[in-house]
């Protein structure tokens, strides 16, 4: 559980935090150090840009938001809290308090790829993967989260079900950015990228993100 004010330096100092590895993968991703210095866990979560890291992390690893106000204290799932570009489901008179990320098993691995046109900028696009191996090395549980490639972060949720069961040596990494960008049915263009060229930029980082998380969860 980290309290939403938890600054982005402290994460990134913090020994507990490598329970949640891609938190702290994320982390030293997010623009520089004095944005870290000032920057807070639940700042970037609530202001919830399709492009930032912590993000797209949380919904990854299926965090629970906890939310106060007056009237009551509740919790919201991350697959719920994500409601459009720059929004969430809080109500005006709540507030973000603390996030709850779940810890996986001994033999996960994660990783964290984006592109940037330089250190510190948010993403044109990238990926966040999980991956969690059985005892007979077969994908017990496997994540797979998109920034920079929506409105919101995005999970590709029908790659992760094609890939569940699979022996992990067996999987194609370049198969699994297809799969990935093929969930995605609208990516947004702009002045810094075309919808075409985030596209495959977005399938690339899935497939590095992939082959890392392997060898940290096979090492593991």
């Not at 994460?11 to 807070?40: C, M, S, Y």
């Not at 940037?116 to 991956?131: E, L, M, N, S, Y």
């Not at 690339?204 to 998380?213: F, H, L």
Request: net charge negative; aromatic share 6%; hydrophobic share 45%.
């Amino acid at each position: 559980w980290v309290g939403a004010c938890t600054r982005q330096a402290d994460v990134e100092r913090n020994d507990e935090i490598a329970a949640v590895p891609l938190l702290a993968k994320a982390t030293p991703l997010i623009g520089h150090f004095q944005i870290r210095n000032r920057g807070t866990v639940g700042g970037s979560i609530a202001h919830a840009d399709p492009a930032a890291e912590y993000p797209a992390v949380a919904l990854t690893l299926d965090a629970t938001m906890e939310v106060l106000s007056s009237r009551r204290r509740r919790t919201i799932r991350a697959s719920d809290f994500f409601d459009g570009l720059w929004t969430t489901r809080l109500e005006p008179d709540e507030l973000l308090v603390g996030v709850a990320f779940p810890v996986w098993g001994d033999r996960s691995g994660f990783a964290v790829e984006e592109l940037t046109r330089r250190h510190g900028d948010f993403a044109i696009a990238g990926a966040t993967v999980g991956v969690e191996l059985g005892g007979d090395d077969r994908i017990a549980r496997c994540a797979i989260g998109l920034l920079g490639l929506g409105s919101t972060p995005l999970r590709a949720r029908r790659a992760e079900a094609e890939l569940d069961g699979h022996r992990i040596e067996d999987v194609d990494p370049d198969e699994v950015g297809r799969l990935a960008l093929d969930d995605v049915d609208a990516v947004p263009g702009d002045l810094h990228a075309s919808a075409a060229y985030r596209r495959r930029v977005g399938a690339v980082m899935v497939a590095r993100a992939w082959r890392t998380a392997r060898e940290d969860a096979c090492h593991e």
